[in-house]
């Protein structure tokens, strides 16, 4: 046991799913693996863990920001051994050819500040996916006919953002969306050995302010969820 989550030795496996939203993490370990087992309630962070094509995964909530993910992330690496660690979650589309219900494989992720900011000091560090899990997200992608996008992503560390310059600038340099936690994840992960990626589905769009529907919503997650087992276990 950590000071966040509650899992005994050998609960939770070395590959682990990282939605933010605990509630999402539920639906995904019911819809998608087998022999499911409640790990974690600890503060209302709900973790899973089954198993799917026979591999065991654990899927497991992160919370909503860096900070949150990062307490996650070091803990689940360090205390539980886990070696991969995929986020899954949504995201706001910043390009005019990226789709609301598409999914976003992030190569790299931007920011203005993470937790691990302080350890770098002067140093802008470049947090960036495992390449062998971002391989494999995108053969997974094709074969199943999934609009995908590859590349640079921006993790923002504020929700209820004032900055449309910021946004605007970061649309000129290519950045396909906006999110809260992948590079923090990235971070953590080169940090002590870790394989990390995410894979992300477009929710909103900041451009033309379109948003999916809420009965859509389970379908395009399902998607994203399917590129994250698959890329894992390739």
């Known amino acids: 046991m950590t000071f ?8 939770i496996a070395e590959t682990v ?11 995904a370990a019911e819809k998608f693996l087998k022999d499911v087992v409640c790990i974690n309630q600890v503060r209302g962070m709900l973790g899973f863990t089954g ?14 920001g860096m900070p949150s993910l990062s307490i996650y992330a070091n803990e689940l690496i360090r205390d539980y051994g886990a070696k991969t660690l995929i986020r899954i979650g949504s995201a706001g589309a910043m ?10 494989i992030a190569m ?9 900011r302080g350890f770098f000091k002067e140093m802008q560090y470049a947090p960036c996916a495992d390449y062998g899990l971002l391989e494999a997200a995108v053969r997974t992608a094709r074969s199943h006919s999934t609009p995908i996008h590859v590349g640079g992503i921006y993790s923002s560390d504020v929700f209820y953002d004032e900055r449309p310059d910021l946004t605007e600038m970061l649309a000129r340099h290519g950045v396909l969306c906006v999110e809260m936690e ?13 394989r990390a990626l995410a894979v992300l589905t477009i929710s909103d769009h900041l451009l033309t302010h379109e948003a999916l529907p809420a009965e859509d919503r389970e379908q395009s997650f399902g998607d994203m969820v399917e590129i ?5 276990f390739a």
């Open 51 to 64: 198993t799917w094509n026979g591999n065991r995964v654990t899927i497991h909530g992160s919370g909503m």
């Open 182 to 194: 992948a590079a923090e994840l990235y971070t953590v992960a080169a940090r002590h050995g870790a």
């Open 228 to 232: 994250a087992l698959g890329a894992a």
């Open 108 to 116: 790299t992720a931007s920011t203005l500040s993470t937790p691990s």
């Open 17 to 27: 799913l990282l939605p933010g939203d605990p509630y999402r993490a539920r639906w």
């Open 4 to 11: 966040h989550i509650g899992a005994k030795p050998g609960e």
């Open 95 to 104: 390009q005019h050819h990226v789709k609301v219900r598409d999914v976003v």
